[in-house]
């Protein structure tokens, strides 16, 4: 088993989608290891979206993530970022697969109510961003 971070965005937490996104997540097999809600300040989203840095959708991005609550998850799967990000689906959700939580929720590639870890490397970085070793319920 493997571990993947996930955050259910204002968006996400502003429509009511928290219950259904979880069930989804839970239906397709996840374990919630560890759970919250926060609401990010400007320099915890800049630090977690710092890869982003300069980009044009930086500012934008960082005005979002901390426009309300997030709820952040840590979710233990075999293969959890790869199977995690399948069935998320693409960024925007036009382009997501039919069946795939931002193709049934998202609005469009901006608010697309979901952020999942990209790679075995940055889950494990962005875990610990978020959640002390000690948070981690095994």
Known sequence: MSLTLAILKPDCV?????????AFIEKHGFGIVCLKMVRLQRDEAGAFYNVHTG???FEPLLKFMTSGHSVLLVLEHEKAVQHFRKIIGATDPQKAAEG?????YAENVRENIVH???????AKKEIAFFFPTMEIIK
Request: glycine share 8%; hydrophobic share 25%; charged share 45%.
């Open 100 to 104: 795939t939580l931002r193709r049934m």
């Open 55 to 57: 980009k044009e959708y």
């Open 14 to 22: 502003r429509r009511r989608l928290i219950g259904k996104a979880i």
């Open 116 to 122: 999942g870890s990209d790679s075995d490397e940055n």
